[in-house]
């Protein structure tokens, strides 16, 4: 059956975001689809909130090492800019580039190089002066021009660090001393080894040798030119740089880098009408936001916005097509096949779950203003709980398995994973409010706002709040009968809304029951 405008947009919220609480959705049917999804794309018209991070990146302690609980509070601060923003398709954009740029804070010698690299994602940073600018106007990340978007990540200090390149030199005119970086810029983050439909090799060995000659050079400001803290900004070292000409899929030329991003983005392979570099990011964008096995005339529509858009390589115009109702992706898009069928990955169970119940966020306690010069940062229990939940669930942000990134889909789904995604449930209805849990309070204004008071009203609210959709009668009747029975399994709970051990150990059981139905890891 095809999706009516309300599901359509509640779809749409749940993709382009992490939620999509009751009234976000009924704003957005008042709106229209159309005007809500330019308010999603649109996002720089929206004001920003995000936050300030933890005082630290400016910080120097005489060891070269931030604050004690910076990695932590930095999390925490993404977090809850995931969780509380006006922009959530900037931040589910930022998302998107840590998954498929997958660097781990272990690679690199300062954790304040993967904020920074964090802040790259949203479109803040500026490589060449390793400076935050919200916002850097000529930064593309996160929707903007992929090719420039190549540069700007070649230059981060964190992925110089975690790909070796800040050791790449100068060697012979077959390689630089240092092919790391050059191999996962072609393997991993444009175009993959084999094209995605027609499955042709995209380069050979020797392109990704040479593409390491025009990546000599390129590292990271030495500390002493700057008087910085930490490594931070990128720096050519002429010296050490290969001037080429290099040879590189099938083009002879160049002195720089620039004629390897210049080559990858418009290679096509022979007989192929879109790019390699179009398709393969339409696999990844498609697979993201739609489902998991997008068909290859959907790949080739979104290579062709890519290759033919105006601008080209644009990536918020392969957005607006994915989600602009009228055309073949879009339709894909908002079809039963991709409906409440994406299994949501442990970043977006979690921040879901406290954009649907508690979206002011985790609490965090350290100071916000930028003088301010800590020797280590608290890290407050709540958040401490949720990293290690989301360790448990296989996904602790900063922290991929290898540069490949998470195995997204039915890979979020085992006994392990499982296991702790029903603990975390339990820990996030059950935490202590004054550590930043859910209060008693809390929730009973949220069932009494939408006049909530019966067992069956307090069913059908929660499973309308965070399912967004509606259970089959055999659910919520087992949900209405757990309201009832008594604590022990016999008698006859004397449910009473007014009461706080009906909202401590009814309420908060009911939802920990609802967060382990199989509907609610699905978005």
Known sequence: MPLDDQDKIAHLLRRAGFAARPEEIEAGVARGLQATIDLLLDFENVPDNLAPPPPGLDYNVGTGNPPRGYTENVLGWWLNAMITTSRPLQEKMVLFWHQLFATSVAGVPDPRQMYLQNENFRGNFNPDTGQVMRRNPANPFPVGNFRLMLEYLSKDPAMLYWLDNVINRRKDSEVGTNENYARELHELFSMGVEDVVAKVPNYTERDVRQAS???????????????????????????????????????????????????????????????????????????????????????????????????????????????????????????????????????????????????????????????????????????????????????????????????????????????????????????????????????????????????????????????????????????????????????????????????????????????????????
């Open 213 to 523: 000659r025009a990546l000599t050079g390129w590292t990271v400001r030495p500390l002493r030119q700057n008087n910085d803290n930490f490594p931070r900004a990128f720096f050519f070292n002429s010296r050490d740089h290969d001037f080429g000409p290099y040879e590189h899929l099938g083009k002879r030329g160049g002195t720089n880098a620039d004629f390897i991003f210049d080559n990858i983005v418009a290679h096509r392979n022979p007989g192929q009408a879109q790019s390699a570099v179009g398709r393969f990011l339409g696999l990844r964008l498609f697979r993201f936001f739609g489902y998991h096995d997008p068909e290859p005339e959907i790949i080739n529509a979104l290579a062709d916005v890519f290759d033919n858009g105006s601008p080209k390589y644009s990536i918020k115009n392969m957005l607006r097509t994915i989600f602009t109702p009228g055309n073949l992706v879009s339709e894909a898009f908002y079809s039963e096949k991709a409906f409440k069928a994406h299994v949501k990955s442990p970043t977006e169970y979690i921040v879901g779950t406290f954009r649907l119940l508690k979206p002011e966020g985790i609490p965090l306690t350290y100071p916000t203003t930028a003088d301010t010069n800590p020797e280590s940062l608290p890290v407050p229990p709540l958040l401490r709980t949720v990293l290690f939940w989301a360790n448990q669930m296989g996904q602790l942000l900063w922290a991929p398995f290898d540069v490949s990134g998470w195995k997204e889909g039915l890979n979020w789904i085992n006994t392990t994973f499982d296991l702790a995604r029903f603990n975390f449930a339990n820990t996030f209805v059950t935490f202590d409010a004054r550590q930043g849990g859910l209060s008693t309070d809390a929730l009973r204004t949220l069932l009494l706002q939408k006049g909530a008071q019966t067992p069956e009203q307090v069913v059908d609210v929660l499973t309308d709040l965070l399912l967004q959709s509606p259970v089959s009668h055999e659910t919520r009747t087992t949900l209405i009968n757990y309201l009832l029975a008594g604590n022990n399994g016999n008698g006859q709970f004397p449910f009473d809304i007014t009461r706080n051990d009906t909202i401590d150990n009814k309420v908060r059981g009911l939802i920990h029951l609802i967060m382990c139905l199989p509907e609610y890891h699905l978005s």
